[in-house]
């Protein structure tokens, strides 16, 4: 399972296994082989459509519901109380579970007030539908809102990060708040493959560019990370950066790509970013 982040009252394995763009029996299995392979975090979202196959896959992988550690999220249209309340119930009865372990903002909405949408989120943190809560695609200007207004610990703030995108005002934020950033995107949609600081560094550990740049990602305090693979072999060559272990000045050498032009998920919809 590897390194695990404490916060709020759960333990969540730092790396974990994304589900988007991937629905039907190439999510059943890629799920499934993860889980028996060695993954114990998966992460979905009611926006994926592919929460039945998720939880089938989860049913297939033969662990007891305590092993596995299931995060989904809430879409941005559905963060009145209302909707939010309504909304958790469809993904646990999609999942086929009684609970999730986290349950995320998916992106802030530029329509109903962060208080508004985190008293919704404690709601359903208090009906016990998820172990704990938490939000994606916050600025530092949001998370101070959310973590100001929310009755509740918030777990962590799930954004885009990876070698070429400098997240270093979001990490601050949420170290300074005791929270965890979940890296989506760790692997750049694949563009870590063609770096050829990654891939020199690879071939001296005799590793994937994948396991390195995950290996750099959760060797930092607080950082977790989603790769996705629908392929059972990559997803066990992921898994492999459990056990590298990078130098520092490996480390450094990775810290020196990002750059604040590496974001590559900007919707019309995303909030002003810092
Ligand atoms: N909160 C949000 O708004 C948000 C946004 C985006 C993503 N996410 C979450 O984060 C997860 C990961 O992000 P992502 O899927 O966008 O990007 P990613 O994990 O950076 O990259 C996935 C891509 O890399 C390929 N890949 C995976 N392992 C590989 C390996 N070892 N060697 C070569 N190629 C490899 C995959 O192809 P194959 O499938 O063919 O292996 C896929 O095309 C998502 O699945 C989702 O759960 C959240």
Not at 113 to 136: D, F
Not at 167 to 191: D, E, I, N, W
Not at 258 to 270: H, T
Request: hydrophobic fraction near 45%.
């Amino acid at each position: 399972m590897g390194p695990v982040f404490d916060v709020a009252g759960v333990s969540i394995p730092k790396l974990g296994l994304g589900t988007f763009n991937m629905d039907g029996d190439v999510a059943i299995k890629a799920v499934s082989e993860g889980l028996k392979g060695g993954y114990r975090h998966v992460d979905t979202a009611e926006m994926y459509g592919n929460e039945v196959a998720v939880g089938k896959g989860i049913a297939a992988s033969g662990l007891t519901r305590g092993d596995v550690f299931v995060t989904t999220k809430v879409w941005h249209d559905h963060l009145d109380d209302a909707a939010m309340q309504n909304a958790a119930e469809g993904s646990l009865k999609r999942l086929g579970l009684d609970y999730v372990d986290l349950y995320l903002i998916h992106w802030p909405s530029r329509d109903v007030p962060v208080a508004e949408a985190v008293a919704a989120l404690g709601k359903v943190h208090r009906r016990g539908l998820a172990r704990a809560v938490g939000i994606s695609n916050f600025p530092v200007k949001l998370i101070e809102q959310a973590v100001a207004a929310s009755e509740v610990e918030l777990a962590v703030n799930q954004v885009e990060y990876h070698p070429f995108f400098d997240q270093s005002a979001v990490l601050s934020a949420v170290r300074r708040h005791g929270m965890g950033l979940t890296a989506y995107c760790p692997l750049a949609r694949g563009k870590i493959l063609n770096d050829d600081t990654i891939t020199g560094i690879a071939e001296k550990h005799g590793v994937t560019p994948a396991a390195v740049t995950l290996a750099w990602l959760i060797g930092q305090d607080g950082v977790l990370a989603i790769p996705k693979s629908s392929s059972p072999e990559r997803l066990m060559e992921n898994l492999k950066a459990l056990d590298v272990t990078l130098t520092d000045t490996e480390r450094a050498a990775i810290d020196a790509l990002r750059s604040p032009a590496g974001r590559l998920i900007d919707p019309e919809f995303a909030p002003d970013w810092d």
